[in-house]
């Protein structure tokens, strides 16, 4: 399939239906609208489900509805809507059932703005309910990267029967890039074992997050927490440019990464020894990949659309040797590469100013 | 309710906040936000005594608008922040500005249980049957076979009616108004306002850019009086630019009729706000099925939350005396923890 001029939302919401997503349940809340809008046309004319639901609540218990009969549901919406969402979220956690979705963020806390923002980075990676448990978090920076990243949500949700997030900012969600899409994908023909299907001559399944008694609820978390060491084993996702040679790292992801890439190619040419580190899964976060990188690199910037959520992260997995700094944007404010390189290029002055020191 | 000293005379102009009105031109919003603060001076409430609350939607764009105390609340939530500020404050004349989004679909929870509770508060709802602030999505009201920008195929829902729904929730005032009779509009929310308890006002207010032909000939001056019955306490429901039609009963049916030789005056349903059935039985006659109703629909003397919450305070204290919280701390079982 050739390339085609694609905008972020729809293009997103047309790989998810490509990518076999047989039910969307959402409401309409900006920057995202559009997505929910191409669902709206596209999933009846292919015999889907679309439903827009009378709030961002019901939205994610329709989801949990349809992802405990076994069928490949997503929802989208915007921070505000997501934090709408916990209580649903939580109960799908509780009781494993596959499910996708995709957050548009934009500026809070509360209303906010509509401006692209990585204000959710702890909603979605930390929490996402009360209890103990993870979603994958998935974090692209182009729009082919999110039109991947919607099949591989699909997919990670089913293998794991976990909640799968995608999130971006308004920025991608508006903009318009040349990106291909996937081929449409065959739907199941049956549903998984483990769902509601109608008991009929197989023993009886259950879907519930309801484990009285404290151990049996503690058993339960333990089994939670083995799959979700599984996923941190096996579904980290990063990217790395320049640093091989880098004695700075700029640690940033989603729109921040695209604009701190600029800012790397443009201080290269300066001949300052920068790279950058794209973390794409926000959970599992690469902590041990960004570790290994403090090795050798002992001075680490975090670009954040935000007043600073992934650095703790990052603190996390470079430990209390490197030092970091952080450059970030909150409020729906994109930073220029120009900041960027004034940041760098003052922490590599003062740098070498120390090494002269020393 | 207080009236006391009201030492200047307000007018609309004091209720003009210094904000620029950010709806866009032509919207029906323009004149309830006029009408609203045309009423205001005449409702005996010090400026300083009026609360607007609102929530998400181009309609909860209000209290910027006003120069009154005002909160741009959460989605669908505005009836709960003025329950709990009606409630602990009974002297404030709290106004709630909802949508069909906003007061029907996250909020319509909290709508039906504000509509019960009968606190001292007036809810306003504009409906224009579809979502604006996000580009024309379809609403609650939304007809069945709208086509918008997410039912593209058209709508397979079927509409909240809101008037209905104010009165099956308990509703002490429900009534309707539209935003292009400014006359009848600026009446009933005075009214409204007068009402002791919960009021509810829907507004029938025309989107303009989203939603432009919703309303028909209700926007139209000239052809209106066809499609509108004026409701009025006591009086007939006649109807037309002309007087020439009206509402009778055929067994429980309502039906419209031409006046003349078949059906006179005499034949047709004589409005009564204070009768729940016939408020029923108007609730669910639809426009453009019927024309559509105006005015008063229900009203009903009955006293507020405040009150009886009140009663039940000072029953209490009657009965067990004013309360004492050291006794209460030491009325039960104590331990000494070592
Ligand atoms: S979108 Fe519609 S309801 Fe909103 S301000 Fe414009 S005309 Fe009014």
Redesign the interface.
């Known amino acids: 399939m050739a390339k085609e001029l694609l905008k972020g939302n729809v293009a997103i919401a047309e790989a998810a239906i490509r990518a076999g997503c047989q039910a969307y349940f959402g ?4 920057p995202q ?1 559009e997505l ?2 191409h669902m ?2 596209r999933m ?1 004319e292919l015999g889907r489900t679309f439903l ?1 639901a ?4 019901a939205a994610v218990n329709m989801v949990y509805g349809a992802a405990s009969a076994g069928v490949r549901v997503m929802t989208s919406s915007s921070s ?1 809507g997501i934090s ?1 969402m916990q209580e649903g979220l939580s109960y799908i956690a509780g009781s494993e059932v596959p499910a996708v979705f995709v957050d548009v963020m934009r500026g809070g806390p ?2 906010g703005n509509i401006q692209p923002s990585q204000s959710d980075y702890n909603q979605v990676t930390k929490t996402a309910g009360h209890g103990d448990y993870r979603p994958i978090v998935l974090a692209p920076s182009t729009i082919q990267e999110a039109i991947d990243l919607m099949v591989l949500s699909f997919d990670l949700a089913e293998k794991y029967r976990t909640i799968v997030f995608m999130v971006l900012d308004g920025a991608i969600g508006q903009m318009m890039e040349p990106a291909e899409l996937p081929p449409m994908r065959e739907l199941p023909t049956e549903r998984p074992s483990w769902a509601l299907t109608g008991k009929g001559n197989r023993d009886k399944n259950i879907v519930t997050s309801i484990r009285l008694g404290a151990q049996p609820l503690a058993d339960f978390n333990d089994i939670l927490q083995e799959k979700l060491a599984v996923i941190e084993k096996n579904e980290l996702r990063y990217d790395e440019l320049y640093t091989d040679d880098a004695e700075l790292v700029i640690v940033a992801y989603g729109t921040a990464a695209r604009v701190a890439h600029t800012a790397v190619k443009h201080l290269r040419e300066e001949n300052i020894p920068v790279g950058l580190f794209r973390p794409i899964t926000l959970w599992p976060f690469p902590y041990q990949q960004l570790g290994e990188l403090a090795d050798r690199v002992s001075t680490f910037l975090s670009v954040e659309m935000n007043a600073g959520q992934m650095i703790h992260d990052v603190r996390e997995s470079v430990g209390r040797q490197a030092e970091i700094e952080f450059l970030g944007r909150p409020g729906g404010i994109i930073p220029l590469p120009e900041e960027i390189e004034e940041k760098v290029r003052d922490m590599w002055r003062q740098k070498n100013l120390a090494a002269q020191i020393n | 309710m207080t009236t006391a000293n009201i030492p200047l005379k307000l007018t609309r102009k004091d209720f003009v906040s210094d904000q620029t009105v950010r709806w866009c031109p032509g919207c029906g919003d323009y004149s309830i936000l006029a009408q609203i603060q045309k009423t205001l001076p005449d409702i005996g409430y010090k400026k300083e005594d009026i609360v607007f609350i609102s929530g ?1 939607g181009c309609s909860s764009r209000f209290p910027y608008y006003m120069d009154t105390y005002g909160i ?1 609340s ?3 939530r505005a009836p709960t922040l003025a329950s709990g500020l009606a409630i602990t404050n009974p002297n404030l004349s709290v106004w709630v500005i909802t949508g069909d989004g906003d007061g ?3 909020g ?1 929870n909290h709508f039906i249980h504000t509509m019960r509770r009968n606190i001292n508060l007036n809810v306003v709802l504009f409906n224009n049957r579809i ?1 604006g ?3 024309g ?2 609403s ?1 009201t939304s007809r069945t076979g709208a086509k918008t ?5 058209g709508s397979i829902e079927q509409p909240v009616n809101p008037v209905a729904l104010a009165l099956s929730s308990g509703a002490t005032f429900v009534s309707r108004s539209l935003d292009a009779h400014t006359k009848h509009l600026g009446e009933t929310l005075a009214k409204a306002a007068a009402h002791k308890g919960t009021s509810f006002v829907e507004v029938f207010q025309n989107c303009v850019i989203f939603n432009p032909n919703e309303w028909g000939p209700l926007e139209d001056r000239r052809q209106r009086d066809d499609h509108i019955i004026y409701l009025e306490h006591g009086k007939p429901m006649v109807f037309g630019k002309n007087h020439d039609k009206g509402i009778r009963l055929n067994g429980f049916m309502p039906e419209v009729v031409q006046l003349g030789d078949e059906f006179s005056v005499d034949d047709l349903i004589v409005h009564d706000e204070t009768s729940k059935q016939l408020a029923y039985t108007l609730s669910s006659l639809e426009y453009p099925d019927f024309p559509a109703f105006m005015g008063v629909l229900y009203q009903e003397e009955k006293p507020t939350y405040t009150e009886v919450l009140m009663d039940q305070i000072h029953t209490a204290q009657e009965t067990k005396g004013v309360g004492d919280l050291n006794t209460l701390y030491r009325s039960a079982d104590l331990w000494t923890v070592a």
């Open positions: 409401y309409p809340i900006t609208t929910l809008e709206s046309k009846p827009q009378e709030s961002e609540v505000p709408l509360g209303l | 998400i741009h959460i989605h669908g029907l679909s996250i319509g979502y602030l996000t580009k999505q379809y609650p920008k997410s039912s593209p195929m």
